[in-house]
């Protein structure tokens, strides 16, 4: 992963849920609410809940939302049921995608992602075909504008809380860690007071795939197809698209 960093990616994600804040603390609501049906409602007993709603308030999701998504799920609401669904695929130039979603409707959700890949130079493949690529990792991203620490400092106490790797990039330290050890290191890390950009266990891709200019505009416009469908949770790629791409966009 030298190299590649999840900066670029998670500023631009932030930027257009700034946009469209509405649809992300629905989508977040979403989420909190199925951790909550099918582990419970209490965060410190249900790891699901609790990375659910730590995600939600690093989006600045007010805390009456959550409240409000776990009493649905631990109470009686008839009629939502919700299924977690992965679609695989290629996108433009044969970058890897997964798009994880949690829908009601597995029939809508495989028409409207089908569509999304078919419409921006992408195909739809088998479950399988590109989650080789890509591992389960906890990740932590740190600004480095928002701390005062230098890179060696924040080394030490990143292996003394057990983290795998740290990569320093000009605006961001990220670190990697065990899924299983992900919240232990978060926590240990936040004692310090050390605070994240982006906090999440997620699937990161084990090579990239570059590319060019038109490649990359079209892989751009896939990607904000695809999160911005109301069912789309999670999109995962390898594509590594040139900056100025990124800012024609």
């Known amino acids: 992963m030298a190299g590649h960093s999840k900066w670029k990616n998670i500023q631009r994600r932030k930027n257009a849920q700034d946009a469209k804040r509405g649809k992300v603390f629905m989508k977040l609501a979403k989420e909190i609410f199925v951790a909550a049906r099918s582990g419970g409602g209490d965060p410190e007993t249900n790891p699901s809940l609790r990375l659910a709603v730590d ?4 989006a600045n999701m007010p805390n009456e939302n959550i409240d409000r998504a776990i009493k649905k799920a631990t109470g009686d609401l008839d009629g939502v049921q919700y299924e977690n669904v992965t679609y695989e695929g290629y996108g433009p130039g044969g970058a890897a995608i997964m798009v994880n979603l ?3 409707n597995k029939n809508r959700a495989a028409a409207d992602v089908r ?17 080789f690529l890509f591992s389960r990792r906890g990740s932590l991203v740190i600004d480095r504008s928002e701390i005062n ?6 080394m030490l106490q990143v292996i003394e809380a057990g983290a795998e790797e740290m990569e320093t990039h000009e605006e961001s330290f990220e670190i990697y860690t065990d899924p299983q050890e992900f919240q232990n290191v978060k926590n240990l890390l936040e004692e310090s007071d050390i605070h994240f950009a982006s906090a999440e266990v997620t699937m990161l891709p084990e090579t990239y795939a570059h590319l060019e200019e038109q490649d990359g505009e079209h892989m751009l416009k896939l990607l904000d197809m695809l999160e911005d469908n109301d069912d789309v949770q999670d999109v995962y790629h390898n ?11």
């Open 149 to 154: 620490l230098n890179e060696d400092e924040i």
């Open 55 to 58: 995600k939600a308030k690093s």
């Open 239 to 249: 594509a590594d698209i040139d900056d100025d791409v990124y800012n024609r966009m």
């Open 102 to 104: 949690l829908t009601d």
């Open 115 to 131: 569509h999304a890949f078919s419409k921006n130079n992408g195909n739809m493949g088998e479950n399988g075909c590109v989650s």
